[in-house]
């Protein structure tokens, strides 16, 4: 393999982890050590050769993990019954890819207007639940009221939880532990501030806030990772596909090491964060980007269908 130049410096992967990578103005790396220094990268940021990324000769899916592509909408504290009824009729009519599970998450107020007129082709999810059975707690929507009006899937862990209302990692996690003991599959949300990110902290933060869902929950067969840099959420600033694919790998090496390579395998990783009809189908070709977690863009139907079809931009000949 040719070398351009006998001086290779290291790659910036910007707010993630302090490297001890050799400074700019070092002396040059020699070819040995800079292989060297690319095998070793490529062992951390990647999984095994026998990862199904490897295998082909035909048109493929371009995912790391072998779940299937996955699309939320999280439609957050806006509409009325009368634009819901509009977005609705949109989302009905627009044409989907097959390949893709496609969710919905609209204020509690209207779920049963969504469950009760959105086709079968998508699924309903509310936007938070409580920790545990119903009962004194005002304001609250239990997981079996949530399963009572036909809801599937359970939004945990947003970013506008942890920092504006206050929930804590550990508070999170033991949410999750009951939504999925109620049958719901959940959508379990990470990411990290804009100083952590400027400080070096993104990996030691998502860890933190997946370590809390692993010792929680008793299984991960019906859980959606959804990593969302909290700074890159509703400021229309967006992580570049490199800066999430990073974090992607991260996460998926984590529960590799510290739950299971079966797990890490299927179990989806999607993205989160000013996700719109532009950017998506660059976002959508990294491998460990399952899919998207989308915000404002899912209350425009075609806009949010459009973001769901971007699953024909994985599809490659390997």
Not at 257 to 267: F, G, L, P, R, Y
Request: some cysteine.
């Amino acid at each position: 393999m040719a070398v351009a130049s006998t001086s290779l410096a290291c790659p910036h992967f910007s707010g993630l982890r302090r490297s001890s990578c050799p400074k700019l103005d070092s002396p040059p790396l020699s070819i040995s050590t800079a292989q060297s220094f690319f095998q070793n990268l490529d062992s951390h940021l990647r999984l095994s050769s026998s990862s199904p990324r490897n295998k082909a000769c035909r048109p493929v899916v371009a995912m790391a993990g072998s779940g299937k592509f996955f699309v939320g909408g999280n439609w957050k504290c806006n509409g009325t019954k009368e634009s819901i009824g509009k977005l609705i009729s949109d989302l009905n009519s627009a044409k989907l890819e097959s390949d893709v599970d496609v969710v919905v998450a609209p204020p509690f107020i209207y779920i049963d207007q969504v469950k009760s007129s959105l086709t079968d082709r998508m699924e309903v999810s509310a936007q938070n639940c409580w920790i545990g059975k119903g009962g004194a707690f005002t304001g609250e929507i239990s997981g079996e009221q949530l399963k009572d009006i036909g809801c599937k899937w359970v939004i945990l862990g947003h970013s506008e939880r942890r920092h504006i209302i206050g929930e804590d990692d550990e508070f999170i996690g033991k949410k999750a532990a009951y939504a999925l003991g109620q049958g719901l599959g959940v959508i379990a949300c990470i990411g990290e501030l804009l100083q952590e990110r400027e400080e070096g902290k993104t990996f030691d933060v998502c860890y933190k806030q997946l370590k809390a869902f692993a010792d929680a929950v008793p299984s991960w067969d019906d859980v959606v990772i959804a990593y969302e840099p909290v700074w890159a959420i509703g400021t229309g600033k967006v992580a570049t596909p490199q800066q999430a694919q990073e974090v992607h790998v991260a996460v998926r090496d984590w529960l590799i090491k510290n739950v299971s390579a079966e797990v890490a395998s299927k179990t989806r990783i999607i993205y989160g964060g000013s996700v719109n009809g532009s950017n998506c189908a660059d976002l959508a070709k990294q491998e460990d980007i399952d899919g998207f977690l989308v915000g404002g863009a899912s209350l425009k139907g075609p806009e949010f269908a459009t973001i769901v079809n971007s699953v024909t931009s994985k599809k490659v000949a390997a």
